[in-house]
Each structure stands twice: as C-alpha cells, then as structure tokens.
C-alpha cells in the first residue's frame, strides 16, 4: 500500500477545549492558598542597584515579601548560568547580584494575595541606581565587532570559504553589493509567560509555558543544584512560542524562588512589556551581500557577511549566512558571522533565527542581480539551482524546489508578471508581483516516545512533548494511528508533562521530525511483536505469515494478498495472555546526517499594490509551495505555513522595537505601538503541498515546516514591491514613510 | 455605530485613567518628581479606598454575588475570583482582544471594565455560549472545522467577538469581517481560517 503524502485534514484533538475555553493554560491553574507575583524592573541599561526601598511596598496590606537581590535564596547552581552550547541555555538574571545589564531587566519581585495588591506594591518599590555609560544596540553602535564562538547549530561554521572569491567576482560580468538591515523584534507571542510554582518538601511542580518541557525540568534543576526528578513541569496548553518559550528565561527561576521564599504556591504572570527583553528577542543585524554573475545569469561569486548584537553578558549569534552557503551553486562563496554586545536583554532564536533575516538578503539580492541582467527572477534562480548542497558537498535527501516554483508559477499567474517593474497601474495603485524561495534545514534532536497496544484495541501514547499551537498532539496520534491501522481517535495521548518519557524541544522545526520520529518508531516496533505473536500462535489465521505478508488495517491485522485471512488485534491479544504490547524507543539521527542533506523547500509568490500617495502597502494576493516530506495533516499543516506567511508579512512591513538610543530602552513594549499584523491586513492568502516521498530523512518521512512559511515571504514581499514601484528597499520594515514619494 | 462605541472607548478611558493615575501616584512618593508633578495632583482621584464593596454579577445567566475591591477589573474577577478562566489576558491594556466578553450583547474588552460598574448587566464569556454541555455553539464548531485557530489563546476572544458581529449585521463579506475582527490579534496568524469559519456561519444563516 502507497503510503499517504498528505494526511488527512483531521481536526484538532484539543478544539474543542480551545473553542469552549475549558483548555487550562498555566497562568489558568488553580491552587490551594495560591499568590501572585509580580515583577519589578529596571530603569537603567547599565549600572548596579544601591538602594532598593520596599517601606511603601510593606506597608500595603497583603503585601507576602519583596524578593530581590537582598532577600532571594541562594542558588547552588549558578556556575551553569552562561552561556551553553545550545541556543537554549542563556544567562539568566536571577536577583543573585545587584547587577543591571539593560533596560527593563527583572530587579525585584512583589508577592501579595492578590494580583492587584502585588501590582500595587511593584509599582511603590524604590531603586537608585549607579548607572554607567550605555552601548546601545544596532545600527547605531559603534562597539567593536567581535567573532563569535559559535553558532547556535553547532555543526555550522562561523565563517566559511569555498573556492575563491576575488577570482570569482573578477570573472563576473556584473556585480552588486547591498546592504540591508534588519530590526530587533520581539516575538510576542499572544500568551504572556506564567510560571505557577509549588513546594512540596524539596520536589518542585512548575505548572509553566515552555516549548521545551524536558530542557526546562534540566535548566531549572540544575541552576537550583537539585536532581531534575525533583522538578516536575507542565505544560498542558501552550499559548504561542516562536522561540521566546524554547529558551528557559529568568522568570522559570524566579517564580519558584518566590514560592520558596513565602512558602506558598505563587502565579507568576508577565506583563505585556515585560515580554520586551527579558524573553529574548531577534537581533538586529546589519548584512552585506556581494553577488557576482556572467552575463547569461550564472552565479559566480557571493559573500555575505553578518553584523548582529548580543547582550553585554551573554553571546548568541544570529546565524543569518548559512542558507547562502547552501541555496545556489556558486562556485566561489564567503561567509561571515560578527556580533557586537549591547546593553539589552538576550538576543535568542525566533521564528526561523538566521534564515528569516539572512534569506531577506540574500533573496533580495538574487532578484536585484536578475534585473541587473535582465533575466526572469525565477528563471534566474533556475539557472543556478543546485543539484547538491554545494556546502557540505551532498547529495539531498529529496529537493522539489523545482516542482514549487513550476507550480507555484502557473498558479500564481507568474507568466503574466510585467517585464519591467512600475509598469502595472490600477487606479491609485502600483502593482507588482514578487517571488523568493524559501528553505529551512531539517533539525533532528532525541525523544523517547511510549506506545502501548491495549487489549480492547486502542492505543495509549506517551510522550514528553508539548503542543505550541502547532497541532503536535494531534498528529503524533495520527502517526500512531497510521502505523497501527487504528483511526487517530482509538489513540490516547499523555503529553505536556515531564513525568512522561524525554521528547525534544519544540524549535527549529524540531518536533514532528524528532518526536514524530519516535512515535513512528514505538509504533512500528508494537505493530512487529503484534505480527510476531501472531507468526507463532497456532491458532491465529496468520500463523506462519511472514511478517512482510501482514498489514494493520482497521484495527485487524491482515494477509496483504488475502485481506479476509486475519483477525483483530483483541482477538490476538485476548488469546495471548491478555496483555498489552508496549515498546518505548529512543529516536536520534542516524548515518543520513552524514551522508545527506536534508532541507524543506518551497517557492513564495506575492502581489502588491503600493499608493505611493499614501504610502500605503497591500498584499492582494500570497501563494506559498512548499515540498516538506510527507504532510502528516493538511489542515494544520496548512495553518503553520500560512501563519509563517503572516509573520513575513510581518517581518516585512510591520515589526520593528523603537529603541531610544540614549537609555538603550524599547520605547513602544506593548502590542498597541508593536505593529503585528491583524486581520485586515492579510487578503487572499494560499499554501499548497508538493507530494515528496523522502525515506532517507527519518522514520516518519517528514520535514519540519513551522519556520518554513516566514523565510521566503520577506523577500518575496520586497521584491513584489520593488516590481510595482521601482525602488528597492533595504532597512526593513518597509513603513509608510521608507514608500512615500 | 457610533453610539454602540462609545461605551467601549468611555470604559478604556477609564481604565487608562485610573492606570495612569495610580502610576502618578507613584511617581509622587519619589521625593525628586513632587515638585514637576503640581498639575497632575490636581488631576489625580481619591485613592480607591482599599475596602471591599459587595456586588452581583449576571454572567452567563447565573447570579454571582461577590465582594470585590473597586480596582478589580472584571478579567480579573472572571479569571482570578470566579474561576472563569476561558477568558485570556494577553496585553490586559485593550490592544489584543483576547479578553472579548459580551456585555448586554455588545463585545468588550473585559480588561478595561472595572467590575464595580458592571452590576446589573448581561454578561456573557465563552463558557457561557454552547447551548448545553454537550453541543457547541454554530460558530465554535466553525472553529474547529475551519481551523480558525492554532495555539487557541486568543480564540475564545476571536469567537466573542465573531459572534458578535454575526449578530449585528457586520459579517456579510470576507473584507467586512476582516475589518470588523481587527480588534482581535492572533499571533499565530489563523486569520483565513477565522475569517472563513464566521463567513460560513452568517451563509448558514444560522440563529446564533
């Protein structure tokens, strides 16, 4: 039987929880005796605490304690609060010093019986400060730009070289070099932070948002200096992620401190502006692209060099070169990766970190270069495409970009594109099209998943993972279910919690390719003992069936040349015992990782009409073709590729932190001067899967497609509105004022 | 439309000015601003007596008596005091939508009500709009079929303020819901789906 490519449209097993407001999210739970706490910040980017004055706050009634760097228990793992190898482990700030390293950085904590008296106690809290001079972030600093250590993958390189680049663009019949720039943004997710935290004795339980339940239960635990089977977190719904809840931030810290201070469960929820340094952001940077081609379009040269921020005490990187060094067969290719370090809270991973800004460049680039040479943006890219990744000089695992832009092109109408940019009008509109491709890399981690063949015919699945809004808890079942031949709702799942076997976080696409994998696997190795007890049972229909001769099909296995020859999995395993089957795996990477390389790709085409009266941008229409492996439901994979569109849209023409450069602090923290988009600003808005069979890249078949959505689109926006006005933009987002005249 | 709003935007004056005032308050106990700050002592109201006042609810056609600080906003007396927690704080400052409750039938964003002024008025959450237990309402089902949503924080808002709009005649075009749905953001960016699942419930012309 054909395996399935596109998997059914089915709906969420959690809708109606979500639709009837019965999900509990963690700032919904309740607890016996339960306080709040809530945050104080600082006012100065640089400097140390003198004195913080809590009388005001003490004086109130209700008012449990003020923790700060005074009074807050001391950690015994604070030497692990660096830097670490992965881009989760940032350096938190966790009132053990009177250290302040930027604008709004958590200072003090009020706990109170109320909400309202705790805020009203933050709000009489007291601090003066020593303050030092600010460096403040890009694109206005003048620090030093230093190479970093690392970058957040740890198989990428800082800096690469291949062939030789002066030669290269000598050889070129033109060339260009641009620069571009990108802002911070903050990813705002629309459920703030909550930590809801209890004691029993030294056992911890963290009702909590994180994407990543098991590097959280670690983080935790070992900045405590306490065995993580002493902190259990959960997370039963999770309102939105894009990275901010992948990184384990100060605030997964100081909820339990608190609820240790006073002896109490304490609720610990963020303020909207609070979510505006403390939980990471995407960091600014500063690109520069040189491209070099001949005359009949092909690519012989290309640098892209990266200037990015990261805070004064911490070094993440934003990878933005690596998609570059893979994307084009380019002969001759440099690349570099610089960051300067800024008094603002911990640049982090958000949607697509490094591609999302460095694809803006380089897809730019690309189309500024076509026009140069007055070929076809796509056909330009044609030309150039590259069999192999170019970078590590292998093979892919499978690569439909060539199906994406062929049928993304006839759907989208591209053939009726003008040739000139400024030629389409429509009353007081330009109009132009644009296209860009997009790609993000496949990020396989480790997770143990549990599956369990009951006697009556369903399936219990367990596994450590969490849900972001995604659908993963929907589709691990239907990859249970696929395997087993059960319908997805004979499949029970206990995810959410950390009490379940270990899953990986859920960024970089992570989950469906990693955990999915897992599921996959358990499924497959329950599904093998199942056909082997029935080999072995004399009075099975299928004894002495070899094993490659039964499928599961409908709850039954069965003979594939004689369906009618088998029985259910009850009758099977009421004769046997009467036990369930159970298998647990543990799923990473194998030899593929060595030997292939392995990437989702697509093709994003994209209408604007632009009054340049007005400086008025709208996206009439956006078409997204993606090839990620096999799709394991259409419905809410669909959901994730346009809601990554969204955020193009939104990386393109809306986001942007105001930074006022004298007190390195973020002048509109709230989602009333933080554009993102709304409704009326998406219209006619469209993805499409491309059937890809790819058996090399893991047991489920599957590319990660949560990131996916938002890399093409920023380029491809840019490059449609060049087209419709005949002005490129390079500083983005690309606002009113950048379009007028 | 304009009477209809008037309400909300006197409700987030309110809101701001009592925000703002109690900040100015603050501002006043820091000795170094007492003198710049004359003119906002005049402006600033009576400090909310720290007393409770008790008060009764209507929500979701069930009488709820309850003593309340005059501080509290009625979120945080639907999340924090009646366990009503389908209702989301997500900016608490009337910019994201997801607190949308009806109030006598009308959306509102339940963060910048103060629960005082709500006494004798209709007050309807998303727990309170399925017509049983077991049967979701027309435009929750839509939801979930249209997939009118991913991480689901702000879809009980979205749904409050769908049904609203289904109700008073906002709803007879995709551009039109569009607009009139742009005071409810989804970070998670479902809005085609949200967009298809109100437009499918006004074509089925169904009572909501």
């Known amino acids: ?741 | 439309m304009a009477e209809k709003d008037t309400y909300l935007i006197d409700g987030s004056n309110r809101r701001w000015f009592l925000k703002q005032s109690s900040a100015l308050t603050g501002l006043l106990l820091a000795p170094p601003l007492v003198a710049t700050s004359a003119q906002s002592t005049q402006r600033q109201p009576t400090v909310p007596p720290s007393g409770k006042r008790a008060i009764t609810l209507r929500i979701n056609k069930k009488t709820y008596k309850i003593d309340v600080e005059p501080r509290e906003t009625l979120l945080d007396v639907l999340r924090e005091r009646l366990d009503l927690t389908g209702t989301k704080k997500g900016c608490d400052h009337g910019q994201c939508g997801a607190c949308t409750v009806h109030v006598d039938g009308r959306q509102s964003n339940a963060c910048l009500m103060l629960a005082v002024m709500h006494q004798h008025q209709e007050i309807t959450t998303i727990e309170g709009l399925a017509p049983s237990k077991s049967q979701l309402h027309p435009l929750q089902a839509a939801f979930v079929k249209h997939d009118g949503y991913q991480c689901g924080f702000c879809t009980p808002g979205q749904i409050m303020s769908g049904v609203a709009i289904i109700r008073q005649g906002h709803a007879n075009s995709p551009d039109e819901i569009r607009e009139w749905m742009s005071g409810n953001i989804c970070r998670c960016a479902a809005y085609r789906g949200i967009v298809e699942a109100i437009g499918s419930v006004q074509k089925e012309g169904k009572t909501v």
């Open chain 1, 1 to 741: 039987m054909a395996k399935k490519l596109i998997g059914d449209p089915i709906d969420r097993i959690d809708g109606t929880q979500k639709v009837t407001g019965s999900a509990r999210y963690s700032a919904d739970v309740k607890r016996p005796g339960l306080v709040h706490g809530v945050l104080v910040m600082s006012t100065v980017a640089n400097g140390t605490i003198q004195t913080l004055d809590t009388t005001e706050t003490l004086r109130l009634p209700g008012i449990l304690a003020v923790m700060s760097h005074t009074n807050a228990p001391k950690l015994g793992g604070m030497d692990k609060n660096k830097s670490g190898e992965t881009a989760s482990d940032r350096v938190l700030h966790v009132f053990q010093d009177n250290l302040v390293h930027y604008n709004n950085q958590p200072i003090a904590m009020v706990i109170a019986d109320t909400f309202e008296q705790a805020v009203e106690g933050a709000s009489l809290v007291r601090v003066t400060y020593a303050t030092e001079p600010v460096k403040p972030g890009l694109p206005t600093s003048t620090d030093k730009p230093l190479t970093p250590p690392r970058l957040p993958r740890v198989d990428d390189q800082v800096d690469t070289t291949r062939g030789d680049v002066k030669k290269g663009m000598a050889g070129a019949a033109s060339t260009l070099e641009a620069t571009y720039k990108t802002p911070t943004q903050f990813h705002n997710a629309l459920e703030p932070h909550a930590v809801l935290s209890f004691w029993e004795g030294d056992k911890l339980t963290m009702y909590t948002t994180t994407q990543g339940i098991s590097g959280y239960q670690k983080r935790v635990a070992e900045l405590f200096g306490m065995p993580k089977e002493n902190v259990r977190v959960i997370t039963q719904y999770l309102g939105g992620g894009f990275g901010s809840k992948g990184t384990t931030f100060s605030q997964a810290m100081l909820g339990p401190m608190a609820a240790k201070l006073v002896g109490k469960p304490v609720k610990l929820v963020l303020k909207r502006e609070h979510m505006f340094g403390m939980v990471g952001s995407r960091s600014a940077t500063v690109q520069t692209m040189n491209v070099g081609a001949t005359a009949d379009g092909q690519l012989t040269a290309m640098t892209h060099d990266t200037l990015a921020q990261t805070s004064a005490f911490d070094e993440f990187m934003e990878p933005a070169g690596t998609i570059t060094r893979m994307l084009y067969a380019c002969p001759n290719l440099a690349t570099t990766h610089k960051f300067i370090k800024a008094n603002v809270g911990s640049t982090s991973p958000m949607r697509a970190p490094g591609e999302a800004p460095g694809v803006f460049a380089l897809e730019c680039a690309i189309d500024e270069m076509a026009d140069k040479l007055k070929i076809d943006p796509l056909q330009f890219r044609l030309k150039n495409y590259a069999e192999e990744d170019p970078h590590r000089n292998r093979p892919f695992s499978s690569k439909s970009l060539r199906e994406c832009y062929q049928q993304g092109a006839d759907q989208f109408g591209w053939s009726k594109r003008a040739k000139q940019p400024r030629a389409t009008r429509d009353g007081n509109y330009l109009v132009g099209m644009g296209m860009a491709t997009t790609v993000y890399p496949v990020n396989r981690g480790e997770s143990t998943a549990m599956v369990r063949l009951n006697t009556d015919g369903t399936v219990r699945l367990e596994t450590g993972t969490q849900d972001l809004g995604t659908g993963t808890f929907t589709i691990m079942n239907q990859l249970a279910a696929e395997v087993l031949g059960l319908s997805p709702d004979q499949v029970t799942l206990g995810a959410g919690d950390s009490k379940y076997p270990e899953a990986v976080g859920s960024g970089g696409s992570r989950t469906t390719v990693t955990t999915g994998s897992a599921v996959t696997q358990a499924a497959q190795e329950v599904l093998k003992k199942a056909k082997k007890m029935a080999y072995s049972d004399k009075k099975s229909p299928l004894y002495a069936v070899a094993e490659a001769e039964i499928e599961a099909k409908n709850g039954r296995l069965e003979s594939k040349s004689d369906p009618k020859k088998g029985e259910s999995f009850t009758s099977l395993l009421k004769r046997n015992g009467n036990k369930p089957i159970e298998a647990t795996t543990l799923s990473k990477s194998g030899a593929e990782k060595e030997t292939h390389s392995m990437s989702a790709f697509g093709a994003i085409f994209v209408e604007v009409r632009v009054d340049e009266a007005l400086g008025e941008v709208r996206i009439s229409r956006m078409l997204g073709n993606i090839a990620a492996g096999k799709i394991v439901n259409a419905k809410t994979a669909k959901s994730q590729i346009l809601g990554g569109m969204v955020w193009g849209v939104s990386m393109a023409l809306h986001e942007y932190a105001a930074l006022d450069t004298r007190n390195a602090r973020i002048m509109n923290p709230n989602l009333a001067e933080y554009h993102v988009p709304v409704n009326a600003d998406i219209r006619d808005i469209d993805a499409i899967f491309i059937d890809e069979a790819d058996e090399t890249v893991n047991p489920a078949g599957v590319k990660g497609i949560g990131e996916i959505g938002i890399v093409g689109t920023v380029s491809a926006i840019a490059n449609a509105i060049y087209h419709a006005t005949g002005k490129r933009h390079y500083d983005l987002p690309i606002t009113v004022e950048k379009l007028i005249g």
